[in-house]
C-alpha cells in the first residue's frame, strides 16, 4: 500500500466555477484540498456526510443552518450531517474539507 501521498498528484475537481479541487479518498473519509477565487459562491445545500472545513488561507464567509461566520486562516467549521449549509469566498482561500463517509459522488474522474 502507498502510505504517502503528494497533493499535487491527486484527482483534480471542480466542484462548481471558482472552486478546483484536488481529492483523496480512502475508506471511510474524502479529503478535498480547494484553491477557490475571490467571488466564488458554494450554493445552499445539505449532504449525509459530516463534514469539517479548515480554512488554510484566506477569507470564507460560511453559513451552516442560518449561522454566518467570517472564517479566517486557522478557522475550522464543523458541519453536521444533513445540515445546510453556503459558502463564499470573500479573498481568494485554500481550504481542507474532510467528509465521512466517503464521497462516492467526488470519485467520478469525469468531473
Same mark, same amino acid.
Given at each position: 500500500? /502507498? @502510505? ?7 484527482? /483534480? ?51 451552516? =443552518?442560518?449561522?454566518?461566520?467570517? %472564517? ?9 450531517? =444533513? ?9 481568494? %482561500?485554500?481550504?481542507? *474539507?474532510?467528509?465521512?463517509? %466517503?464521497?462516492? /459522488? @467526488?470519485?467520478?474522474? *469525469?468531473?
Amino acid at each position: 500500500m /502507498d @502510505y504517502f501521498k503528494r497533493i499535487e498528484n491527486l484527482q /483534480d475537481k471542480t466542484l462548481f466555477k471558482g472552486f478546483e479541487g484536488k481529492l483523496l479518498h480512502t475508506e471511510n473519509m474524502t479529503l478535498s484540498f480547494w484553491e477557490i477565487e475571490e467571488g466564488s459562491v458554494l450554493p445552499l445545500h445539505h449532504h449525509h456526510h459530516e463534514q469539517v472545513t479548515h480554512v488554510l488561507e484566506g477569507k470564507l464567509e460560511l453559513t451552516i =443552518n442560518g449561522q454566518t461566520k467570517i %472564517c479566517t486562516s486557522g478557522e475550522v467549521a464543523l458541519i453536521p450531517s =444533513n445540515t445546510p449549509h453556503r459558502g463564499k469566498a470573500l479573498t481568494q %482561500c485554500r481550504v481542507l *474539507d474532510v467528509f465521512t463517509p %466517503c464521497r462516492e /459522488d @467526488y470519485k467520478n474522474s *469525469d468531473q
